[in-house]
């Protein structure tokens, strides 16, 4: 990569402006603090440039390491949308098009991963906006990076989502142990409890949260089978009917009584929180629309960044440079 007219030094500071602030930002700060002037344009093609070189750095292989590794790890998995923009791009390559009127706007899914070994505070990061086979393999990956090895136990965490449950299964087998987000559940039973007991719903849902925390599954399933709906109201009206099926199709995934006895998280709060500082700050900007390659290579870059990996990336170039 070759980025004509800017020292390494100035790259990485360019870079660094970057992966925080938005294109438009990068002139300002860098004649604020180092008193250089570079345009826009200049700056936000070595952001992308770099973003890119990240993104495709070789990967390990997505497998898990003949080591011991740790005894246990946690894992949790949220997505988060950000705003995409498409461009249709004309046959005739010497006609003007107005981008202005083809350019189509969306939503694309990016999916955060996080791992680490109980207590710890810096926790590895991964992310995708790929399909679930994608997001399975980075948490693969990530796990690796956290210390995962053949006799690692992994506690995964999210919402319940059935293919995330099938990646933690897939990725992990038997050592994996997928357990649907507490509060998640909670939403349902909210919803269901305002039907079943109205004036009292709040002291019925703390009942059913004990009996969460106790493995009390059947119990629960059997206080919801007395006041479901008919099967002519409409799912939007049958809260207690979607808490019943929502519980009934997820067995195994609500073991709340081991993981509290074993001082695991039974929540997801901890990469819902993570959203915000690794992608949303960047990627999800107010008037800020991303073609869907740069939004990948951004993800690249902040991950990068969250996981303490900026340094050695620009060893690495001196490294090659030399």
Same mark, same amino acid.
């Given at each position: 990569?070759?980025?004509?007219?800017?020292?390494?030094?100035?790259?990485?500071?360019?870079?660094?402006?970057?992966? /925080?602030?938005? !294109?438009? @930002?990068?002139?300002?700060?860098?004649?604020? +603090?180092?008193?250089?002037?570079?345009?826009?344009?200049?700056?936000?093609?070595?952001?992308?440039?770099?973003?890119?070189?990240?993104?495709?750095?070789?990967?390990?292989?997505?497998?898990?390491?003949?080591?011991?590794? =740790?005894?246990? &790890?946690?894992?949790?998995?949220?997505? $988060?949308?950000?705003?995409?923009?498409?461009?249709?791009? $004309?046959?005739?390559?010497?006609?003007?098009?107005?981008?202005?009127?083809?350019?189509? *706007?969306?939503?694309?899914?990016?999916?955060?991963?996080?791992?680490?070994?109980?207590? $710890?505070?810096?926790?590895?990061?991964?992310?995708?906006?790929?399909?679930?086979?994608?997001?399975?393999?980075? &948490?693969?990956?990530?796990? =690796?990076?956290?210390?995962?090895?053949?006799?690692?136990?992994?506690?995964?965490?999210?919402?319940? !989502?059935?293919?995330?449950?099938?990646?933690?299964?897939?990725?992990?087998?038997? +050592?994996?142990?997928?357990? *649907? /987000?507490? #509060?998640?559940?909670? /939403?349902?039973?909210?919803?269901?409890?305002?039907?079943?007991?109205?004036?009292?719903?709040?002291?019925?849902?703390?009942?059913?949260?004990?009996?969460?925390?106790?493995?009390?599954?059947?119990?629960? &399933?059997?206080?919801?089978?007395?006041?479901?709906?008919? /099967?002519?109201?409409?799912?939007?009206?049958?809260?207690?009917?979607?808490?019943? %099926? #929502?519980?009934?199709?997820?067995?195994?995934?609500?073991? #709340? %009584?081991?993981?509290?006895?074993?001082?695991?998280?039974?929540?997801?709060?901890?990469?819902?929180?993570?959203?915000? #500082? *690794?992608?949303?700050?960047?990627?999800?900007?107010?008037?800020?629309?991303?073609?869907?390659?740069?939004?990948? +290579?951004?993800? !690249?870059?902040? =991950?990068? @960044?969250?996981?303490?990996?900026?340094?050695?990336?620009?060893?690495? @170039?001196?490294?090659? !440079?030399?």
């Amino acid at each position: 990569m070759v980025c004509r007219g800017c020292s390494e030094p100035l790259q990485r500071a360019i870079v660094d402006f970057g992966a /925080d602030a938005p !294109a438009a @930002r990068i002139p300002q700060k860098l004649k604020e +603090h180092y008193g250089i002037e570079v345009c826009a344009s200049t700056c936000w093609s070595i952001v992308l440039q770099h973003a890119q070189t990240i993104d495709e750095c070789p990967k390990a292989a997505a497998q898990i390491p003949e080591r011991d590794g =740790v005894a246990q &790890l946690i894992a949790e998995i949220d997505g $988060s949308m950000i705003p995409v923009v498409e461009m249709a791009e $004309s046959n005739d390559p010497s006609a003007k098009v107005d981008r202005r009127k083809t350019r189509q *706007v969306g939503w694309k899914e990016a999916r955060l991963s996080l791992v680490h070994t109980p207590g $710890s505070v810096t926790p590895v990061f991964g992310a995708t906006v790929g399909p679930p086979d994608q997001v399975g393999e980075t &948490l693969l990956r990530t796990a =690796v990076q956290a210390g995962l090895g053949r006799n690692t136990q992994v506690h995964a965490v999210s919402d319940g !989502a059935a293919w995330i449950a099938d990646q933690v299964s897939e990725q992990f087998g038997l +050592h994996g142990h997928f357990l *649907v /987000d507490f #509060y998640h559940v909670c /939403d349902y039973l909210t919803a269901a409890g305002k039907t079943i007991a109205s004036t009292a719903a709040r002291a019925w849902l703390e009942t059913q949260k004990d009996r969460l925390k106790q493995n009390r599954l059947q119990d629960i &399933l059997d206080e919801l089978q007395r006041f479901v709906e008919d /099967d002519t109201v409409p799912d939007d009206n049958a809260p207690v009917r979607a808490a019943h %099926r #929502y519980l009934t199709n997820r067995p195994g995934q609500f073991n #709340y %009584r081991d993981a509290l006895m074993a001082e695991l998280p039974i929540g997801s709060g901890e990469v819902e929180s993570a959203h915000r #500082y *690794v992608i949303q700050d960047r990627l999800k900007r107010a008037g800020a629309w991303w073609k869907l390659k740069n939004a990948k +290579h951004m993800l !690249a870059l902040r =991950v990068c @960044r969250a996981n303490q990996e900026w340094d050695r990336y620009w060893q690495s @170039r001196r490294q090659q !440079a030399a």
